[in-house]
C-alpha cells in the first residue's frame, strides 16, 4: 500500500497502463493532476493552446503507434471544446481517453452556476464515448482508468473519459496498484468460417473491401496473404488506405462517393468480403452492393453487422484472427486463378488514371510532386481540403499507419494538430499535414506549441482565400451567387516565422523542390501554396457505366 494524492494515483496508473506522453491544458480544477506530472520522466506532459489540440494530438500519437492516446482538460469549456476532437476520434474507431476535470463533489448535481459546471457533464460526452464514469472516491481512481483502457483495447477501439472533482484528485489515500486484466482478440465462430471460405473458395469474381479496422487490429498481412490465396483484387475505404500497399498487383486504391478504381471492379464482383468496415463512406453508385452479390462481412463491432447491408455470413471477430482463420480453411482445397486477370485489373486502373487526369489533373500533379519526395514510412495527414481529398486517389500509400483522415465527421482543421501527435509518437519520420486556408486557422496557434516541444511537423497549406468545397459548391449548384464563403488570410509563411517556424511561400509546380528544404529545416514548417478553387470529389456525380 502506498499512501498519495488521487491524481499521484491516476499518474501512476497511466505509467503502469504504458501511457508515454499526456496532453492537456491546465486549469483550476485539474491543478493537482498538473502538479502530480512534476519531476516525472516516465510520463510526459505537453501542454497545447486548444483542448481540442489535446484531444486530436493523443488521437494521432494513437493512430501512428496503436497505443491510447491522453488528453487532459478542465470540465465545462474544456470538455465541450475537446468534443469535436472527440468526436473525430470515434468516428475513427481511435483508442483516446479524455481524462477532464469536474466541479466540486458538493457542486455535482446542483446546478448553481460553479466554474466551469456543465449540469451532467457525462452525457455531453455519451454519443462521443465508448465507455465513461465519474470518479467519486480517490481510492476508485486507479480502477476506473484502467477500465477505460480495458474498453479502449477490447473489440473496437473508440475514446473513453473518466472525470473527477477536484477535491477527489486532492484527497490522500492508501492505494494498492494491480495490474490490468489481459484483453484478448475477439475470436471467430469456426462454422462461420467454413461458410465463408466455401463462398469464396466457389466465387467467380470476388472481391474484398477492407477498412480501417484491418489496420487496427495490425492484420495487413493477413489481408493481403487472402488476397494472394484467392486471386481477388482489394479496394480500401479512406481510413483503410495502406492496409495493402497500393502499388501490390491486387491493389484497386480507395473508392469514396462512387469513385475509384473500385467502381470499375465492384460491379463484376459476385462475392465480396467486407473486413473492418461499415460500408458506407464507399457505398455509392457503381462503388454498392446490388443483388445479386453476396456478402460476407467480417467485423468486431456486433453493430456493423447488418447495418448498412445484410451479409450471407456475418463474421463477428478480430479481424486478424478472422483474415487468419479464413486464410487457413480458404487454403485446404485449391482455388480456381485468374479469376481476374492481371491484364483487366490494369486496365481498370488506367481507366482510373484518366478518369482522375481528366477531373483533377491540378490536385493530382500537386499530389506526384509531394509523392517524390517522401519515402514510404512518411505519415501524411489528408486534411479538409480539396488536393486532401483527391489524395484518396491520386496518392500512394505503402504502409500501414502512414495516411490519416478524419472519418465522416469531416472535421475542419484537425489535420495539423493531429500531425502533431503523429510526430511525437514517430519522433524520426517525416510527417507532413495538408490543410486549407479555412481549416488551418482553427489550430494556427499550436505553431507555438509545435516550436516550444520542438515538434518538427510540415503543414502544407493551400491558399484559395475561400472555404473552397462550399465556394465551388455557390459556383456550381447555386448559379454562382457567392456569400460568405471567401476569407481574408494573412501571410502563413510570415505568421509561421514570427511562431519561430520555418515559413515559405511556394507555387504547387515547385513544392516538390521546397519540400525537402522544410523536412530538413530542424524546426517546425509550414509551406504556403496558392491555388485555384477546384472542384472536390465529392461534389462530382458518381458515373453510371
Same mark, same amino acid.
Given at each position: 500500500?502506498?499512501q498519495?494524492?488521487?491524481?499521484e494515483?491516476?499518474?501512476e496508473?497511466?505509467?503502469r ?5 499526456v ?5 483550476v480544477q485539474?491543478m493537482?493532476l498538473?502538479?502530480a506530472?512534476?519531476?516525472?520522466r516516465d510520463?510526459?506532459l505537453?501542454?497545447?493552446?486548444h483542448e481540442?489540440t ?5 488521437d ?8 491510447p ?5 478542465v470540465p465545462g469549456?474544456?470538455v465541450l471544446n475537446?468534443?469535436a476532437?472527440l468526436?473525430t476520434?470515434y468516428?475513427s ?5 479524455l481524462l ?6 458538493v ?8 466554474l466551469?459546471?456543465v449540469n ?17 472516491e ?7 482508468i ?5 474498453q479502449?483495447r477490447?473489440?473496437?477501439?473508440r475514446?473513453?473519459h473518466?472525470?473527477i472533482p477536484?477535491?477527489v484528485?486532492?484527497a490522500?489515500?492508501e492505494?494498492?496498484?494491480?495490474p490490468?486484466d489481459?484483453v ?6 469456426w462454422?462461420?468460417v467454413r ?5 469464396l473458395?466457389a ?5 474484398i ?6 489496420i487496427?487490429a495490425e ?12 486471386g481477388?483484387?482489394?479496394a480500401?475505404?479512406p481510413e483503410?488506405k495502406g ?9 484497386l486504391g480507395v ?6 478504381a473500385p467502381?470499375? &471492379?465492384?460491379?463484376q464482383?459476385?462475392v465480396? #468480403? =467486407?473486413v473492418?468496415?461499415?460500408?458506407m463512406? !464507399?457505398? @455509392?453508385g457503381?462503388n /454498392?452492393?446490388?443483388p ?5 462481412h467480417l467485423d ?6 447488418g447495418?448498412t ?6 463474421l ?8 487468419q482463420?479464413?486464410?487457413?480453411e480458404v ?5 480456381p486463378r485468374?479469376?481476374?486477370?492481371a491484364?483487366e485489373?490494369?486496365?481498370i486502373?488506367q481507366?482510373q488514371a ?6 483533377a489533373?491540378?490536385?493530382?500533379e500537386?499530389?506526384?510532386?509531394l ?6 514510412d512518411?505519415v501524411?495527414?489528408s ?5 486532401a481529398?483527391?489524395?484518396y486517389?491520386a496518392?500512394?500509400?505503402?504502409r500501414p499507419r502512414?495516411?490519416?483522415t478524419?472519418?465522416?465527421? &469531416?472535421t475542419?482543421g484537425?489535420s495539423?494538430? #493531429? =500531425?502533431?501527435g503523429a510526430k511525437?509518437?514517430? !519522433?524520426? @519520420?517525416?510527417?507532413v /499535414?495538408?490543410a486549407?486556408?479555412g481549416g488551418?486557422?482553427?489550430a494556427?496557434?499550436?505553431l507555438a506549441t509545435?516550436?516550444q516541444?520542438g515538434i518538427d511537423?510540415v503543414?502544407v497549406v ?10 465551388h459548391?455557390?459556383l456550381?449548384r447555386y448559379?454562382?451567387?457567392v456569400?460568405g ?8 509563411a510570415?505568421v ?8 515559405r ?7 516538390d523542390?521546397?519540400?525537402?528544404e522544410a523536412l530538413?529545416?530542424g524546426k ?5 501554396v496558392?491555388i485555384?478553387?477546384?472542384?472536390p470529389?465529392f461534389q ?5 457505366a
Amino acid at each position: 500500500m502506498t499512501q498519495m494524492t488521487g491524481a499521484e494515483a491516476a499518474v501512476e496508473t497511466l505509467r503502469r497502463e504504458g501511457v508515454e506522453v499526456v496532453f492537456g491544458l491546465p486549469g483550476v480544477q485539474i491543478m493537482d493532476l498538473y502538479d502530480a506530472f512534476y519531476g516525472r520522466r516516465d510520463v510526459r506532459l505537453l501542454t497545447v493552446r486548444h483542448e481540442q489540440t489535446a484531444v486530436y494530438m493523443a488521437d494521432g500519437y494513437a493512430r501512428v503507434s496503436g497505443k491510447p492516446g491522453v488528453a487532459l482538460v478542465v470540465p465545462g469549456p474544456g470538455v465541450l471544446n475537446a468534443s469535436a476532437a472527440l468526436g473525430t476520434a470515434y468516428a475513427s474507431s481511435s483508442p483516446v481517453l479524455l481524462l477532464a476535470g469536474q466541479v466540486e463533489s458538493v457542486n455535482l448535481g446542483r446546478d448553481r452556476g460553479a466554474l466551469h459546471e456543465v449540469n451532467d457533464q457525462l452525457e455531453v460526452v455519451r454519443p462521443l464515448t465508448k465507455w465513461r464514469q465519474r470518479v467519486l472516491e480517490a481510492t476508485a481512481i486507479p480502477a476506473a482508468i484502467q477500465e477505460a483502457m480495458r474498453q479502449m483495447r477490447q473489440g473496437r477501439p473508440r475514446p473513453t473519459h473518466v472525470e473527477i472533482p477536484p477535491d477527489v484528485l486532492a484527497a490522500r489515500a492508501e492505494f494498492a496498484f494491480t495490474p490490468g486484466d489481459a484483453v484478448p482478440p475477439t475470436p471467430p465462430d469456426w462454422e462461420q468460417v467454413r461458410r465463408a471460405a466455401a463462398l469464396l473458395r466457389a466465387a467467380r469474381k470476388p472481391l474484398i473491401w477492407a477498412g480501417g479496422g484491418v489496420i487496427w487490429a495490425e492484420a495487413s498481412r493477413e489481408l493481403v496473404a487472402l488476397a494472394e490465396a484467392l486471386g481477388a483484387p482489394v479496394a480500401t475505404t479512406p481510413e483503410g488506405k495502406g492496409s495493402i500497399p497500393e502499388d501490390h498487383p491486387l491493389a484497386l486504391g480507395v473508392g469514396a462517393y462512387g469513385h475509384g478504381a473500385p467502381s470499375w &471492379a465492384m460491379p463484376q464482383a459476385d462475392v465480396v #468480403l =467486407a473486413v473492418g468496415t461499415r460500408l458506407m463512406t !464507399p457505398m @455509392r453508385g457503381l462503388n /454498392a452492393l446490388h443483388p445479386p452479390q453476396r456478402l460476407i462481412h467480417l467485423d468486431v463491432d456486433p453493430q456493423v453487422l447488418g447495418k448498412t447491408y445484410a451479409p450471407e455470413v456475418p463474421l463477428l471477430a478480430d479481424a486478424r484472427l478472422g483474415l487468419q482463420a479464413l486464410l487457413e480453411e480458404v487454403r485446404r482445397q485449391e482455388v480456381p486463378r485468374e479469376r481476374w486477370p492481371a491484364a483487366e485489373l490494369q486496365e481498370i486502373r488506367q481507366h482510373q488514371a484518366q478518369w482522375l487526369e481528366e477531373k483533377a489533373p491540378h490536385p493530382c500533379e500537386i499530389l506526384r510532386r509531394l509523392q517524390r519526395v517522401l519515402p514510404d514510412d512518411a505519415v501524411l495527414v489528408s486534411g479538409i481540403t480539396n488536393v486532401a481529398y483527391w489524395s484518396y486517389f491520386a496518392y500512394c500509400v505503402r504502409r500501414p499507419r502512414t495516411y490519416f483522415t478524419s472519418s465522416y465527421f &469531416a472535421t475542419l482543421g484537425y489535420s495539423f494538430p #493531429l =500531425a502533431l501527435g503523429a510526430k511525437v509518437a514517430a !519522433p524520426q @519520420r517525416p510527417v507532413v /499535414a495538408l490543410a486549407g486556408d479555412g481549416g488551418f486557422m482553427y489550430a494556427l496557434p499550436e505553431l507555438a506549441t509545435a516550436v516550444q516541444y520542438g515538434i518538427d511537423v510540415v503543414v502544407v497549406v493551400f491558399v484559395d482565400n475561400a472555404l473552397g468545397a462550399s465556394k465551388h459548391d455557390q459556383l456550381t449548384r447555386y448559379g454562382g451567387r457567392v456569400v460568405g464563403t471567401e476569407l481574408h488570410n494573412p501571410s502563413f509563411a510570415e505568421v509561421a516565422r514570427l511562431f519561430g517556424a520555418y515559413g515559405r511561400r511556394v507555387a504547387p509546380e515547385r513544392l516538390d523542390e521546397a519540400l525537402p528544404e522544410a523536412l530538413a529545416a530542424g524546426k517546425p514548417a509550414l509551406l504556403e501554396v496558392p491555388i485555384a478553387t477546384w472542384a472536390p470529389p465529392f461534389q462530382i456525380a458518381p458515373r453510371t457505366a
